[in-house]
């Protein structure tokens, strides 16, 4: 390659391969005297030995070390991440000791299998054979069963007549649950619950007066059945009338108002079907209160021996809710008797209770009930 005359001509450095003007006596990087001739016969062996030049602009750089830096991160994220993390602890500040994690696990979950109610097992019938005297009501008191349950199982007609040597099927009784103990109401909570009332709905001018005038129930007696502070009622107020508890106007009535009838009572003891073995026994037969009777009412008890040849039928009347079975009803002879037996409220027109009077129907009858009484108990 030529050498362009125009050229400023240049020398190396010996020591550090600075380029230097021709004309330099001295290397301005490191100060070593120059010698024009050695300079000039050791350019070539200078260049020689010098290492290639490389020329970086500050863009490119730059670019270098992001580079580098990045490349860095990469390999630092890549060591974190595969050695193991270290256990972390809780620090509790109360305590100031760190705390491992607890590790959660889960409780297996219980399934509590529902016990089955036990069942009865229905006994089996027992088989009899009608003896001579033998009748249903006899033959139910003596395996302790209703006399209904013999007609159901042996197709019996509703009067259950027997034979001598007629082959019986006898249900045996179903265990049952003993009835848990119910309250019993006394005579005054009786009365109160038997006590008809009628709920009215006050209306425009309507008074207090007023509708006890309309009742025939006393101001007094309304206010302290509902609770009310004073006479003072407004409209759409729901209020009870007892019209158990009227009172008869004073004076003589050309048409005397009616009283209303009176609900059949309610019968308590003793119960439908029940039997009774010993003739030492009282039979006291019960029922609940219909409500406060008039002086002139009663109860009449009526009572009938089914088995006697008479059908003998007693009629009792009774301000009392119990009546206590005379003497002359007890069985003899073995044999037992079935009894039916009713109460109905009545209204005396005329005489007294004592000396006997005329007596009409003051309200339903109560149903009818029957029970058996021996006087010993035979087994069959």
């Known amino acids: ?38 300079a000039s016969k050791n350019t070539s062996e200078v260049r020689a030995k010098r290492l290639p030049e490389i020329t970086l602009s500050l863009p490119a750089a730059l670019g270098l070390l992001a580079l580098f830096l990045t490349l860095a991160a990469v390999v630092v994220f890549l060591v974190l991440n595969t050695e193991s993390p270290p256990e972390v602890a809780e620090v509790v500040p109360e305590i100031g000791t760190p705390t491992l994690s607890p590790t959660v696990t889960e409780t297996p979950t219980v399934t509590f299998t529902p016990t089955e109610a036990p069942t009865w097992t229905p006994l089996p019938p027992i088989d009899y054979v009608v003896r001579p005297g033998d009748s249903c009501a006899g033959v139910a008191a003596a395996f302790n069963i209703s006399v209904q349950s013999i007609i159901l ?51 425009a001018n309507d008074t207090l007066s007023s509708i006890a005038n309309t009742y025939s129930v006393t101001m007094a007696t309304i206010r302290e059945y509902n609770g009310l502070p004073g006479d003072t009622v407004y409209e759409g107020q729901n ?91 007890v069985p003899t002879g073995g044999r037992p008797h079935i009894f039916r037996w009713s109460v109905t409220i009545v209204r005396q027109l005329g005489g007294d209770q004592e000396n006997g009077g005329n007596w009409e129907i003051a309200g339903d009858q109560s149903e009818q009930r029957v029970f058996a009484w021996a006087s010993t108990t035979s087994s069959p």
């Open 239 to 329: 209020l009870l009338i007892p019209l158990c508890l009227r009172e008869v106007a004073a004076g003589p009535t050309p048409t005397p108002t009616p009283l209303p009838p009176y609900p059949g009572p309610n019968l308590l003891l003793p119960s439908d079907g029940s039997s009774f073995t010993s003739s030492a026994e009282t039979i006291t037969l019960q029922w609940a209160a219909v409500g406060a009777l008039e002086p002139n009412e009663a109860y009449a008890v009526t009572v009938t021996d089914l088995t006697s040849e008479e059908k003998t039928t007693i009629t009792e009347y009774v301000r009392d809710t119990s009546f206590i079975l005379p003497s002359s009803f």
């Open 1 to 38: 390659m030529s050498t362009d005359k125009n050229t400023p001509t240049s020398k190396l450095c010996p020591v550090c391969g600075t380029r230097l003007n021709d004309s330099a006596n001295r290397c301005l990087v490191c100060g070593t005297e120059l010698d024009k001739k050695a």
């Open 153 to 203: 199982e042996n197709n019996l007609s509703a009067s259950c007549t027997l034979f001598e040597g007629q082959e019986l099927v006898i249900p045996q009784p179903t265990p049952t649950a003993s009835p848990q103990p119910t309250a019993t109401l006394s005579d005054a909570e009786k009365t109160e619950a038997a006590c008809e009332t009628v709920n009215y709905t006050v209306r």
